[in-house]
């Protein structure tokens, strides 16, 4: 008898184990399927209604731009935003570019596409939290030079850019000869002297220690079309002296914000010099500190651009022009790719075999009655000459009639037509 119970007993157990193991592999096997249902999948193989589908499913804010692109077929997929295997959520914003295929010749007619046009780069200063009517000067100038403006004509100069066909590009990007916009678009580059506190006025932290930025300050007023205008590719360069941007408890929060954030960070000279009136010791003095300042902050980060102060000097036959572009203080040697000028117009495209990275024209943004190189006159001359856009950034499209134009010792692939 005894025997039997023993058996008994055993019995139980195993059945208990046996309930337990199915529970846990329940379980586990579980947990995956659920997270699984969290990650982002691979649309490379859906359609645009399957796409549609499975953004209703998830919650997700859906997007869908077309591109042309000369290897991927039409219709099916470039790129997604949210990458396969990363966690997504309700409300997340899935952004899927559709392939319209390769380029048509014809369209290139169409669209006038002219990869030999001249490129805006607009110069800003302050923006100042007023509206037009709130100034004595014309338009939305808050100085009677229009080096200020107010945040009323910011945003109306940000509608007039995104309306009439550019898209932002990054500066160090055209330096470089990288100019990725859509077909039939304009590329049009933004830059910011002084490094004022309006560029970017920080109010406050929130509770995870990040930046809040006035909604009214320049880089508010940016973020807030970045939003209401996705394909904008909303971007600045920030030119800063030795200041940076006048809030001493929040500079290096709000320079790592905007190189994590798609901004720039360029050299202004540490103290605002003149650069034909000093020595050329000083001259390195202003630049070198500005960029060691800069290598302690964001090093490698910043972009090795210098913002000439008062636009000096005026010419590079300036001595001091050479202690500019490269030179050495306190032991660490620097090296400057590109300068920028304080006027008046649009510069050439970075394909034309007269262009000149070393010294770059910009446009004061400025109303003045369309006269005087406002920004109302240069954008009339840009109807004519502006650089518009083949949309691939490894091919330079232009009309036959420019071949002679265009820089021959590139890698690019250049098509006339």
């Not at 990650?39 to 499913?57: F, G, P």
């Not at 945003?155 to 590009?169: A, H, P, S």
């Not at 904008?232 to 929060?253: C, D």
Request: charged residues 30%.
């Amino acid at each position: 008898m005894k025997k039997k119970k023993r058996s008994f007993k055993y019995k139980n157990i195993f059945i208990v184990l046996f309930i337990c193991a199915l529970i846990a592999f329940g379980v586990i096997a579980f947990i995956p399927k659920k997270s699984q249902a969290n990650k982002m999948i691979d649309l490379s193989n859906m359609n645009v209604e399957q796409i549609k589908e499975y953004a209703k499913e998830k919650g997700l804010k859906l997007t869908i731009k077309e591109k042309h692109h000369k290897e991927i077929a039409k219709g099916k997929i470039i790129s997604q935003n949210i990458k396969k295997g990363v966690e997504i959520k309700k409300d997340d914003e899935l952004i899927v570019i559709i392939s319209l295929g390769k380029v048509d010749k014809n369209l290139y007619k169409k669209y006038k596409v002219d990869e030999l046009g001249n490129v805006p780069i607009m110069m800003y200063h302050g923006i100042h939290n007023l509206k037009n009517d709130d100034t004595a000067y014309i338009g939305g100038n808050v100085d009677k030079s229009g080096y200020q403006r107010t945040a009323e004509a910011f945003r109306k100069d940000l509608e007039f850019y995104y309306q009439n066909n550019y898209q932002m590009i990054r500066l160090i990007d055209y330096v470089n000869g990288i100019i990725d916009v859509e077909l039939g678009k304009s590329p049009i580059i933004l830059t910011f002297d002084d490094g004022l506190k309006n560029n970017i006025l920080v109010t406050g932290l929130d509770e995870e220690g990040n930046i809040i930025i006035d909604p009214n300050s320049a880089v508010g007023i940016l973020e807030s079309f970045k939003k209401k205008y996705p394909d904008f590719n909303v971007t600045a360069t920030f030119f800063l002296n030795g200041e940076l941007f006048g809030q001493p408890e929040y500079n290096e929060k709000i320079i790592k914000w905007l190189i994590n954030n798609g901004y720039d960070i360029g050299n202004h000279s540490f103290s605002h010099s003149d650069f034909t009136t000093i020595s050329s010791e000083k001259v390195e003095e202003e630049i070198g500190k500005l960029y060691n300042k800069l290598d302690k902050i964001i090093p490698d980060k910043y972009v090795n651009v210098v913002a000439l102060p008062f636009g000096s000097p005026y010419n590079m036959d300036h001595p001091n022009f050479a202690h500019i572009l490269k030179s050495t203080y306190n032991g660490v040697t620097y090296e400057t790719i590109s300068t920028l000028q304080v006027g008046w117009k649009s510069e050439l495209s970075p394909f034309n075999k007269d262009f000149n990275p070393l010294f770059l024209k910009r446009i004061r943004a400025y109303d003045n009655l369309g006269e005087d190189f406002d920004i109302e006159y240069n954008f009339k001359l840009l109807e004519k000459t502006r650089y518009i856009s083949d949309g691939d950034k490894d091919t330079i499209v232009i009309p036959k009639e420019k071949a002679d134009s265009v820089y021959q010792d590139t890698q690019l692939e250049i098509i006339e037509y």
